[in-house]
């Protein structure tokens, strides 16, 4: 005799005092359903975890391909600014300081002038004194870019220099 009385949800035998349970009706039946919904629930446990995995992959991707998009739009914009830089190679220039007094080069620079970036002096030969120094004084709004050597009185001097600058 099987069971009086089942389980709500999955209907396993559950006995009284008077039933009398038999092992190949009503142990190896609640067995077998035992195993098949914890099968089940293997699965769907399986699937939720690699849909959770898959979501998981996909917005790694994601923030990635978004990294690597924020990299190239810098990399572009680099690229844009770099094309706007220009080097004007200046002459070169000798003289001989008087009493310690400036002497000033004015360059010009071309139409489309936007800033300086740098003035860089090579070719710098203060002769018999290292207190012959070149400076950068500025550059105003036209592109003129003002440079002053400055050193010992009767100091002879010969110097290069290049300004490297943008244009919009």
């Known amino acids: 005799m099987s069971s009086t009385n089942k389980t709500t949800n999955y209907l396993l035998p559950q006995f009284i005092s008077t039933d009398k349970p038999t092992w190949l009706g009503d142990v190896n039946g609640a067995m077998s359903t035992i195993d098949s919904q914890m099968k089940s629930n293997a699965d769907a446990a399986a699937a939720a975890a690699a849909?959770?995995?898959n979501a998981a992959t996909q917005?790694?991707?994601d923030a990635v391909t978004?990294?690597?998009n924020n990299l190239k739009d810098a990399v572009e914009d680099i690229q844009v600014d770099l094309q706007k830089i220009r080097v004007y190679d200046g002459q070169f220039n000798t003289g001989t300081l008087a009493g310690n007094q400036r002497h000033s080069v004015t360059v010009t620079l071309p139409a489309g002038y936007e800033s300086i970036l740098a003035v860089i002096p090579f070719g710098f030969d203060p002769s018999t004194s290292w207190n012959t120094v070149l400076y950068?004084?500025?550059a105003s709004a036209d592109g003129t870019v003002s440079v002053h050597i400055n050193g010992a009185s009767s100091q002879y001097y010969s110097i290069k220099y290049k300004v490297f600058y943008t244009v919009a």
């Open 136 to 138: 950068f004084d500025g």
């Open 51 to 53: 849909t959770a995995n």
């Open 66 to 68: 978004l990294d690597v």
């Open 59 to 61: 917005s790694a991707m």
